[in-house]
């Protein structure tokens, strides 16, 4: 088997129907290049993001829970702007040509991107250390992307979801048997849920948005250098699960903060517009939490243990040791 035919086996056939139901991808799988055709009124948000084995996920992690962790944390990035997912290019570097491997992995991409219904649109592979690329593309319409730099002084923080559960998940890796919680925490980390109705919803009410994928903090933080802010956090009103407290114990607070890769997201509403937004919630199924205010000062405090306490907006940096 060589590169062709194992793009024909494992990655034409599975997506032809979704390929054909795209109305706006005018080429897919095939040619050099992928043709998207962006509908009037609206505007292409694309993303890049990279797995990489032994970083990333265990090397000899399943290959088809590889497949939705992929999936799932590049197209947080199209909610974190608001934008509708529609197709994503592949990028797969394979240390050999295992059938196994590429039939688990084909086979829940599919699944994964039916769910998300996101086209395979294209790609490339090649031969080396384990490592897969995915390039997300989605629409929205003109001028109502979500961004980081539109937080002001007054404005509500908010975050999805539960933090920290994924931190727990990369916890308990090695674990044979695990437990109903301990199952609900592995399928955190594996199957991140990207939150693409709420990033829909939010448009017409947050001022910035970001998705979680290097810690709330670091992400956050991310947000209020763009916006030229500061913020105050509030310790006992960051959403955490049972499950979690009980594997972190004492560090629950410090994985919710800066444990990363939950993929929820963060944004920042006005106040104004935080009523109407309300009431939006109480028809929407994804939790949210307001965790903290937007401040004037460009500093990040939290209040903790009865007092206000500076922080560092500390998170996962690939280079942090350089």
């Known amino acids: 088997m060589d590169e062709f035919s194992l793009i024909e086996r494992f990655f034409s056939q599975p997506n032809a129907g979704a390929a054909q139901a795209n109305s706006a991808l005018q080429q897919g799988i095939g040619d050099d290049c992928a043709i998207l055709r962006v509908p009037l009124g609206k505007e292409l948000a694309f993303s890049l993001d990279t797995l990489v084995a032994g970083v990333h996920f265990p090397v000899d992690a399943d290959p088809g829970e590889i497949a939705w962790r992929l999936l799932g944390a590049a197209v947080s990035d199209l909610a974190a702007m608001g934008a509708e997912p529609n197709s994503f290019t592949l990028a797969l570097t394979l240390p050999e040509l295992t059938e196994q491997w590429l039939k688990k992995f084909s086979q829940q991409l599919a699944i994964a991107a039916d769910k998300y219904q996101i086209t395979l649109a294209g790609g490339d592979t090649t031969k ?75 448009r017409a009410y947050a001022s910035a948005c970001i998705d979680i994928s290097d810690g709330l903090l670091a992400d956050l933080n991310h947000i209020l250098r763009r916006s030229e802010v500061g913020a105050r956090l509030d310790a006992d009103s ?85």
């Open 128 to 202: 080396g250390p384990l490592t897969l690329s995915v390039q997300v593309q989605g629409f929205v319409e003109q001028g109502q992307a979500l961004l980081r730099s539109g937080a002001a002084e007054g404005d509500f923080i908010c975050v999805t979801g539960n933090l920290g559960d994924s931190r727990a998940g990369l916890e308990l890796l090695d674990v044979e048997q695990p437990d109903t919680a301990q199952r609900y925490l592995l399928q955190r980390y594996y199957r991140p849920v990207p939150r693409v109705a709420t990033g829909l919803l939010l």
């Open 238 to 322: 960051i959403p955490m699960s049972d499950a979690m407290r009980q594997v972190a114990g004492d560090n629950a607070l410090q994985w919710a903060l800066g444990g990363g890769e939950d993929f929820e997201l963060c944004f920042t509403v006005p106040a104004l517009q935080w009523p109407a937004l309300q009431q939006q919630l109480q028809q929407h199924q994804v939790a949210v939490s307001t965790i903290g205010v937007v401040t004037a000062a460009i500093e990040l405090q939290i209040f903790r243990d009865g007092q206000w306490q500076h922080i560092a907006a500390s998170g996962y940096n690939h280079f942090s040791s350089e």
